[in-house]
């Protein structure tokens, strides 16, 4: 890539993040209401589009075009939905907006060649968790449109907040693309020794027998011997800390605010 | 002579009420109401020191008087004793080249370069100082006595008594000083104990403002005690009354400095020290512009006035004229103001006592008066005045104390009230108070056979002296005397000139010049005369009121109305027996006049050259007893047996009487002069405070408190708008990074 | 050796999820959508791991997927518990409800009075709500009877 295409790409970029704050910002609920809300909501559902269309263009070329489009396809579901999930007013629809954005995800991790993953998240965010959600969200549902639902916390800050963390994101990864010398300035201490340009990211070689390329087609006999072989006591680790929160949450859940209040003052201070 | 050596006993003096004040402090909540034993047998030690200190040094003296056959200039007597060196500094001060002071009385020793300033706990005892050490012991102890009566069940019985003894201790302490500067410590020391004793009762709103007003008036003569101090040292170079070995500078009252005709500067500095030292005594001893504290300081306990206010304290300004008269001799313009002074607060003083009907501030008013009797006298810058207004102070001492005593008799009686209107006819109720308080009265109006008759003779004879110098130049001129006084008019010289051309045997010859001057102690006299008059009205008015007529008793005296406790009596009787005979036997035998006359500053030529013979003028005794006498028959007439509540003065005297009632307006001239003006210039000053600089101090406390307020809006409460904050900061450093650490 | 592509894209898409995640947790009152927020913050990580794990071709990236899934469900246990119990003291879903902690002399930050709502466009579904006997209607009950 020139000079001139990296800072074409760059201006782009940065034209693109900033469609999306704008987006964003108007699409987020600040309480207007009526036609003022609506048409704000459709200008920025059209920003939107602009910034995912200038995105796309200045997306890199995948090697074949199925691969290519499965993956626009996948990370546009992803992107939408994920923004959708922060713009609606309703949690209800967050949520269903949410597991929309899931099968996005899923189906990028799927395309960057995690299928077990792809398929966990799709089990345990969207067949778990999120039910959990839904069902909070029956307990705890006021009635009719809640107040705080149609109005944000500094909505503005929160989207150039947003916005310039995507931008610093996109200008690493863009330097990333660009090369060795341009993507880490501070130069490493394998540089030094070797006095030469070594590139900053090298393939790490395989370290164990069981590891190997993820791309395989034993991939998960592979995951599942590199997770409980490798890495046990992780897992281990983390089955206790799914113990501990099961007895956490039924511990707090079991003592309502009006049982604490009806406690007396010496149990309720005591361990 | 002495069975102890005279330096030791001397130090007795003030040491053993000292002892006596710091004993009752420690120990006055143990003793209880036996608080009064240590002060009052210290008192009584020391008196008994004391006396026996005076009767040593007079018979000294007096000996030495009669080896002389009988002549009136006695060598000067005194002894010093230095307990320790205070402070000492080498080379404080240069004097200017042309110094008058030092340069005329350290020709002996060579013009010295630089002087040490050298300061000792000197204690002199010389007559003047024994007179005044007896007088306060004796007075001081029958008032500890009283007292014990008085002041019984009162809550603060241990702290009148050890303010006391501390008093006695002071005043011996003043009047025992060598040195201008331990003369202006214990000026303030009886200053603080006077302001102790009037606020006494200090829940008592007036005493409290009394004892104030006391003080702050009294501040004003400090200051100019002070001023003269620091031109005495300016001046003199020195500040001892003796010569001493540690000063290369003759003292300002020693030996040398008084034998030597010119060793007291004159002119505008002379006359400033004179002048700063009178107004010193003014404040100190209640005369015209600061006499206002004093009528005030009734306010405390009776003893503590007939102690302080009366007898002992105020008395400390004609001591130190007295003990000055050297540099007052040299300024006779200064002279003249004491004498103008005094006789005018003597009249204006008994004018408004005329009217008073509150028994304690008749009394205040007649001290005052009294005092302005002793300057007149000291004004006239004779030896007779000196030792006139002496004798006069230590009779005025006796016959006071006994009057405030029995005042204070008559208001324990009465349960607190001295409103002279409120009672009468006391004379069956309390048969020795009032024989007694009869005695005090006879001797303040100077009759006959009583003590004040012949101090007040003494005094109208000085001033007569000075009045009609011709009349008593003839009058003494068939005397044969060494040091007889004579007359000369300098008309050409045009201002007074005393012309002192030698020391001891030769003609000594004075000239006063001025008729203006004579005049001027002409009209002294009369007025003096006058206020006789007005003295004797007063007195018995006020025993009148008090004692004849009908009986009356106020409510609060209850029907208990009687004679004192024997403790309070008996110092009554004592001083009316005191008060009866020291007149007649210290005129007599000349004996104090003799005794005085050999105090070195009265010794000394320029005052020993005015001694004239001791005489009994009888037509100015004539004079004198008629004044009296019109006075008492006047009193008499209007008040003797009436009920004393009758409205006899204002019918009498008409408008005046509204003057001499508001006191001449002076407290509320002062108000308006300079208690207003300074109450602006507080609030004003209060104002600037509170405005301007808290202002300043609360606009530099605002800036943190604005910023503070500013920042204070972000703490919101909001975890979200914290988490806002976060994000932002955190990109905001990624960002300057990414800046910095751009290729 | 650079990013493949799709590698620089998979980093991009979580990016972007990262930053929709972070928007969404800062501008949003309610609990349940901060905390969906959250999670879709958690799923860039996730797609941005994974991505990496491809660069270097080995599983580090997928295996720390997996105890992110973990953690995440265990967060979600609790933190839902959390939200639960801050429902029941207010009443409200509303993070704003917790301002305690403010300054003392600050106005409380209430909700402004909102314009009102446009129906028509807001449709707002509505879930039987859970442990609550439903009300039935009699109607119905006799109709079905005779059926």
Known sequence: MTQDGLSATGSLLAVAVGCAAASVWLLLPRGEGGLRERSSRRFGMLLGAVALSLFVATGHRLGGIGEEATFLVVSLVAVVGGVATIVTRSPVYSAIWFALALAGVAGVLLVLGAQFLGVATIIVYAGAILVMFLFVLMLAQPTGMASYDRVSNEPLLSAVAGAVLLGLLTLFIGRLAAGPATCCAVPSKATALAGGVAPPIAPLPPTDSTGGDPLATDHVARLGGELFGRHLLAVEAAGLLLLVALIGSIAMVSRTPAEEQSLPVARRAGP | ?743 | MNPSPLVLDGLIVGAMLFAIGLVGILARRNLIVMFLSAELMLQGVSVSLVAWSRHHGDWGGHVLVIFVLTVAACEAAIALVIVLQAFARTGRLDVAAWQSLRESNLPRVGDRELPANDDTVMEFPRLTPAGVEPAIDEDELLQREHV
């Open chain 2, 1 to 743: 002579m002495f069975s102890l050596d005279p330096a030791t006993l001397l130090v007795l003096v003030p040491a053993l009420p000292l002892a006596g004040a710091i004993l009752t402090v420690a120990l006055g909540r143990l003793l209880g109401s036996k608080a009064h034993w240590p002060a009052v047998v210290s008192i009584a030690a020391a008196a008994a020191v004391a006396v026996t200190l005076l009767i040593g040094l007079g018979r000294e003296v007096l000996g030495m008087v009669h080896d002389d056959h009988g002549s009136a200039s006695a060598a000067p007597v005194e002894s010093i004793t230095t307990l320790w060196q205070w402070a000492s500094v080498p080379d404080a001060y240069v004097p200017p080249a042309d110094s008058p002071g030092i340069d005329l009385s350290a020709k002996a020793a060579g013009r010295p370069e630089s002087l040490p300033f050298s300061i000792g706990i000197d204690l002199r005892l010389d007559p003047l100082t024994a007179v005044m050490l007896a007088v306060i012991t004796c007075v001081g102890l029958l008032v500890a006595i009283y007292s014990i009566g008085y002041m019984h069940d009162d809550p603060g019985y241990p702290r009148f008594f050890a303010l006391v003894a501390a008093f006695v201790f002071s005043m011996s302490m003043l009047v025992a000083a060598s040195n201008f500067l331990l003369v202006y410590v214990f000026w303030e020391a009886v200053g603080a104990c006077s302001y102790l004793l009037i606020g006494f009762w200090f829940r008592k709103p007036t005493a409290a403002a009394a004892a104030k007003k006391a003080f702050l008036v009294n501040r004003v003569g400090d200051f100019g005690l002070a001023v003269a101090v620091f031109l005495l040292w300016m001046t003199y170079g020195t500040l001892n009354f003796h010569d001493s070995l540690t000063s290369p500078v003759p003292g300002i009252l020693g030996a040398e400095r008084l034998a030597d005709a010119s060793g007291y500067v004159a002119g505008a500095v002379g006359t400033a020290i004179c002048l700063l030292l009178l107004l010193a005594a003014c404040g100190k001893s209640a005369q015209l512009p600061l006499h206002v504290w004093l009528p005030d300081a009734m306010e405390g306990p009776t003893p503590a006035s007939a102690l302080i206010h009366a007898a002992t304290m105020v008395t400390a300004g004609v001591y130190l004229v007295a003990r000055c008269a050297p540099l007052y001799v040299a300024c006779p313009e200064a002279l003249t103001v004491v004498s103008i002074v005094g006789a005018t607060t003597a009249f204006v003083a008994a004018l408004i006592g005329t009217v008073q009907n509150d028994l304690k501030r008749v009394l205040a008013y007649s001290t005052i008066s009294q005092l302005g009797f002793m300057f007149a006298s000291l004004g006239t810058g004779t030896l007779l005045g000196f030792t006139a207004a002496i004798f006069h102070l230590v009779t005025h001492a006796f016959f006071k104390a006994l009057l405030f005593l029995g005042a204070g008799s008559v208001m324990h009686s009465m349960g607190g009230v001295i409103d002279m209107r409120r009672f009468g006819g006391l004379r069956s109720v309390m048969p020795i108070t009032a024989a007694t308080f009869l005695v005090g009265s006879l001797a303040l109006a100077g009759v006959a056979p009583f003590a004040g008759f012949f101090s007040k003779d003494e005094i109208l004879a000085s001033l007569h002296a000075r009045g009609w110098p011709d009349a008593h130049a003839e009058h003494h001129g068939s005397a044969t005397h060494d040091s007889q006084a004579h007359l000369d008019l300098d008309a050409s010289a045009g201002k007074p000139l005393w012309l002192v051309s030698d020391s001891r045997g030769g003609a000594v010859r004075e000239a006063i010049s001025d008729t203006a001057a004579a005049g001027t102690y002409r009209t002294l006299y009369w007025m003096s005369l006058f206020t006789a008059f007005l003295t004797a009205f007063y007195t018995f008015r006020a025993v009148f009121m008090t004692f004849t007529g009908p009986v009356r008793v106020p409510d609060e005296a209850g029907h208990h109305a009687h004679e004192s406790p024997p403790v309070m009596t008996w110092p009554l009787v004592i001083l009316a027996v005191a008060a009866t005979v020291s007149g007649w036997l210290l005129f007599s035998t000349h004996a104090l006049s003799n005794f005085l006359a050999a105090t070195p500053s009265l010794a000394c030529p320029a005052v020993a050259a005015t001694a004239t013979p001791h005489a009994f003028h009888i037509d100015l005794a004539i004079q004198g007893t008629l004044a009296a006498a019109m006075g008492i028959v006047l009193a008499a007439l209007g008040y003797l047996g009436r009920r004393s509540d009758g409205p006899l003065m204002d019918r009498f005297l008409g408008p005046l009487e509204t003057l001499f009632a508001h006191r001449f307006y002076v407290d509320e001239v002062y108000t308006a002069l300079i208690v207003r003006p300074l109450e602006i210039l507080a609030m004003l000053a209060a104002a600037f405070d509170r405005y301007v600089i808290d202002g300043l101090v609360s606009a530099v406390a605002g800036i943190p408190l604005a910023a503070g307020a500013a920042i204070r809006r972000l703490q919101s409460g909001l975890v979200q708008r914290y988490a806002v904050f976060g994000a932002i900061g955190t990109l905001a450093i990624v960002l300057a990074l990414a800046w910095t650490l751009r290729p």
